[in-house]
């Protein structure tokens, strides 16, 4: 039996296509741990409307940002958490230019608030790179809830027999696997690399 046929490609953000950025470092207000704290704090207490509204996510943050203490201004913050929150991944990134030159399509399903939706589409590229960006804060439902995937599936122009998501978080594979997805967990690229193979022949 000859390889299965791929159209689509579609992956998660972070620890996927991107990593956990250094952040904290000497020249740094707050520690890598302060960081960490604020952040954790500020997305247990925000509301589902400041998640889904960049002005909104601003503006909350700036509110908490004085409530903790941060002794500059919310916009340099937001710039260096911007800045130093996450890394692409330079080698995956070429992964999905090689896919695209080979007339495989490329998209990013991801949770993400539209503070960071923003961030990732213009800042990053991945709006130019990619065929499409498929963010929990845009389709109104979160991985590894089916109603992420289904309002996935209905925006790409492919069958999804013939399309097949990596993540790194065994849910969300499980989940992708019951909506009728080809479904692999990216533990690093090697491996993802091997599963295209085995399961398409792509070298």
Same mark, same amino acid.
């Given at each position: 039996?000859g390889a ?8 998660? $953000?972070?620890?996927?296509? /991107? ?40 503006? $909350? ?10 002794p500059q201004? *919310?916009?340099?913050?937001? *710039? +260096? ?9 330079? *080698?995956?990134? @070429?992964?999905? +230019? ?6 495989? =399509?490329?998209y990013l ?16 590229? &991945? ?10 804060? +845009?389709?109104?439902? $979160?991985?590894? /809830? =089916? ?7 209905? /925006? ?13 978080? $065994? ?10 997805? @080809? ?8 491996? &993802?690399?091997?599963?295209? @193979? @085995? ?5």
């Amino acid at each position: 039996m000859g390889a299965r046929k791929l159209s689509g490609v579609i992956f998660d $953000a972070d620890g996927v296509l /991107q990593h956990a950025g250094p952040f904290g470092t000497q020249d740094w207000v707050w520690s890598a741990r302060q960081h960490r704290d604020f952040v954790s704090g500020f997305y247990r207490t925000a509301g589902p409307e400041t998640l889904a509204d960049v002005d909104a996510f601003i503006a $909350a943050c700036g509110t908490a940002l004085a409530e903790a203490g941060w002794p500059q201004d *919310a916009a340099t913050y937001l *710039a +260096r958490w911007a800045e130093g929150n996450v890394t692409p991944d330079p *080698a995956m990134l @070429e992964d999905v +230019r090689r896919l695209r030159a080979a007339g495989i =399509a490329c998209y990013l399903g991801s949770n993400q608030d539209a503070f960071w939706a923003a961030h990732l589409e213009t800042a990053l590229g &991945y709006g130019q790179l990619l065929d499409g960006l498929f963010l929990s804060c +845009r389709l109104g439902a $979160a991985k590894p /809830q =089916a109603a992420f995937f289904e309002a996935m599936l209905a /925006q790409i122009p492919l069958p999804r027999e013939d399309l097949i998501f990596f993540d790194d978080k $065994a849910a969300n594979v499980e989940a992708a696997l019951a909506c009728g997805l @080809e479904a692999r967990l990216f533990t690093d690229r090697p491996q &993802y690399l091997r599963d295209l @193979e @085995e399961l398409y022949g792509l070298a």
